[in-house]
C-alpha cells in the first residue's frame, strides 16, 4: 500500500510549485467508462492530480484510498470551511462559475468545521433520526408503487430517470413537509444545481422555496424534519435552517438516485435474478455494499481545503486554500484493483462511499433503507426485468464533481397498475403559486396527485 504524503508547514521551498499542466474535470460529450478516463488522468498525474474543474476554476483530485482517509481524519491540516479557498477570497472565481453554489462558503454542516460543525451536525441528525426506520420504509414503498404504476403496463421504463430520481425527492419532500407547489419548484432547483444549469438563479429559486417552506412552518408546525429543525434546542436561525434543509436535501437526492441505478445494474447482472429467483434480504444489502464499493454515487465531492501548503514529492505542492475534490469513486475503485485479492477473501465496508473523519455521512441508514426497498419493489412488481441495452451502450455526463448516469433502459412483462385511482394519503396538497415562480404547471387530470407530480417530475429531468 502506498504511503500518504506527510503535509509540511509553509516554507520558502515548498512554495515552489511544478508548472504541470492540469487534467480536465469537464467533458461536453457523454463518456462510456469514466474510471478509464480517471486511470488516464492517474497515469499521468499520479493519485493526487492537478485539475482544471471548469475554465479558470483549478483545484486537486485525490484518487487515492489511503490519502482520502487520512486527508479527511486531520482536521488541524485540512478543512471543509470553504472560507478556506484562496482563490475565490481572493476574487479569482467567475460570478457565474458552474461549481460555486456548490462549492461558495455557506453556513451549513458540510462547510464548516470543528464547534459550528458540530452543532448543525446535530440538529441535523436529531432531526432526521426522528422519521424511524418503519416510517421511512413505508413512505419509500409507497411512492416506489406509485412511480411503477406509472409505466408498469408499458413493458419497458427509464429506471433512472422515471423511477431512481424522482424516489428519493418525493420521499424526503413528504418527510420534510413540503406541500406539492414548494416540492416542484424546488425539484426543477435542484435538478438545474446539479446540472450547472443557470447556477446562480437555480440557487436563489432553490432557497426561495425553502423559505416559504420555513415559513409556512412557524405558522403551522408539522410531523416533519423542516418543523423539528426550527424547534431544536441548537436554536437555529431561518436562514440557518434554510441552509440545512438545502444541504440535506441535494445531500440526499442525487446520491441515493444514483445507488439506486447502480443496485439496479448490478442485481439484474445476478444469474439467480436473471433466472426469476428474487434475492434475499441479506443479498440485496450485499448487492448494496458491493456497489458501494465499486460504483460509489459521490464521485468528486465534497471539497478539503488545506492550511498549510502540503508538498507531494516531485517537486509538487498543494497550495494553502486549493481546493481538493475527495475522489471517492476513484479511490474506491483503484484500490479494489490494487488489492482484489485480500479484499476478495474477506467481505467488508471498508469503502470510502460515505466518506470518512467528522463529515462522514449521517444519514448511511437512511440511504441504504431506501435504496433497498427501492430495489425490492421493483423486483417484486416487474417480472422479467431486464437492462434493455448492453452495458457498452450506457452513458455518464463527467462534470467536474459529479458522474451522472444518463439512462437506464429496461424491459419486464407488462403489470396492471396497483392504484389505478388516487393514491391514498399522499400528501401533496394544492397550494397557491407563487406569483414569482416560472415553473411549468403540472396538467390536472383525473389521475392522482402523486401521477401528475411525477410525470411533471419526469419531464423536468429529461428537460423536456
Ligand atoms: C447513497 C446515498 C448517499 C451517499 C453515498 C452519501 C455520501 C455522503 C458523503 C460522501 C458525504 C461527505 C462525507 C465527507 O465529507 O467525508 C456526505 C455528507 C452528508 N450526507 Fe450523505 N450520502 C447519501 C445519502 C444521504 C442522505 C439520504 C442524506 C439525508 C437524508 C444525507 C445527508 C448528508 C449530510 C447532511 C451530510 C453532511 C454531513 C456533515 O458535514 O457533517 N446523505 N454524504
Known amino acids: 500500500m502506498r504511503t500518504t504524503p506527510q503535509p509540511v508547514p509553509r516554507t520558502p521551498e515548498a512554495l515552489v510549485t511544478s508548472g504541470c499542466p492540469r487534467a480536465k474535470l469537464h467533458h461536453d460529450e457523454p463518456q462510456a467508462d469514466p474510471y478509464d ?36 481524519r486531520d482536521t488541524t491540516t485540512f478543512g471543509h470551511d470553504a472560507r478556506l479557498w484562496k482563490d475565490f477570497r481572493e476574487g479569482r ?109 437555480s440557487n436563489a429559486e432553490a432557497e426561495r422555496a425553502l423559505s416559504e417552506v420555513v415559513t409556512a412552518k412557524h405558522r403551522e408546525p408539522g410531523d416533519d424534519v423542516t418543523t423539528r429543525l426550527i424547534q431544536h434546542r441548537a436554536a437555529l436561525s431561518d436562514e440557518e435552517v434554510i441552509m440545512q434543509l438545502l444541504l440535506v436535501v441535494a445531500a440526499a437526492n442525487e446520491p441515493t438516485a444514483n445507488l439506486i441505478n447502480a443496485g439496479v445494474r448490478e442485481v439484474l447482472a445476478d444469474p439467480n435474478v436473471a433466472e426469476g429467483r428474487a ?7 450485499d448487492i448494496v455494499d458491493r456497489v458501494l464499493w465499486q460504483d460509489p454515487p459521490i464521485t468528486n465531492y465534497p471539497v478539503l481545503y488545506p492550511r498549510v501548503d502540503v508538498p507531494l514529492g516531485g517537486g509538487r505542492t498543494i497550495e494553502a486554500g486549493s481546493p481538493i475534490l475527495l475522489g471517492f469513486a ?18 467488508n465496508r471498508a469503502h470510502v462511499a460515505w466518506g470518512a473523519g467528522p463529515h462522514r455521512c449521517p444519514a448511511r441508514e437512511e440511504a441504504t433503507t431506501m435504496t433497498i426497498v427501492a430495489l425490492r419493489t421493483l423486483l417484486e412488481r ?53 406569483p414569482e415562480t416560472s415553473v411549468r404547471r403540472a396538467p390536472t387530470s383525473g389521475k392522482s396527485p402523486l401521477s401528475s407530480l411525477s410525470n411533471f417530475l419526469v419531464r423536468l429531468m429529461r428537460g423536456s
Open 93 to 201: 472565481i467567475d460570478a457565474d462559475a458552474a461549481v460555486l453554489p456548490m462549492m461558495a462558503p455557506r453556513a451549513n454542516a458540510l462547510f464548516v468545521d470543528g464547534a459550528e460543525h458540530q452543532r448543525y451536525r446535530r440538529a441535523i441528525t436529531d432531526s432526521l433520526g426522528a422519521v424511524g426506520s418503519d416510517r421511512l420504509t413505508e413512505v419509500t414503498e409507497r411512492y416506489a408503487n406509485g412511480l411503477i404504476d406509472e409505466f408498469c403496463e408499458r413493458g419497458q421504463a427509464d429506471v433512472l430517470n422515471e423511477y431512481a430520481r424522482m424516489l428519493p425527492l418525493l420521499v424526503i419532500n413528504e418527510l420534510f413537509g413540503f406541500d406539492r407547489d414548494q416540492g416542484v419548484r424546488f425539484v426543477e432547483a435542484m435538478r438545474n444545481l446539479w446540472l450547472g444549469v443557470d447556477a446562480e438563479k
Open 382 to 434: 416487474l417480472p422479467g426485468l431486464r437492462v434493455a441495452v448492453p452495458p457498452e451502450d450506457l452513458r455518464w455526463h463527467l462534470s467536474a464533481l459529479s458522474w451522472i448516469p444518463v439512462t437506464l433502459p429496461v424491459q419486464f412483462s407488462p403489470q396492471s397498475p396497483l392504484t389505478p385511482t388516487p393514491v391514498e394519503g399522499t400528501p401533496w396538497t394544492a397550494s397557491d403559486s407563487h
Open 279 to 285: 434475492p434475499s434480504p441479506t443479498a440485496l444489502a
Open 37 to 72: 478516463v480517471y486511470a488516464r488522468m492517474r497515469a499521468e498525474h499520479g493519485p493526487v492530480i492537478p485539475v482544471e474543474l471548469e475554465p479558470g476554476v483549478h483545484g486537486w483530485l485525490v484518487t487515492d484510498y489511503t490519502t482520502l482517509i487520512s486527508w479527511s
Open 330 to 347: 476513484a479511490s474506491n475503485r483503484f484500490f479494489l484493483e490494487e488489492n482484489a485479492e485480500q479484499l476478495a477473501e474477506s467481505r
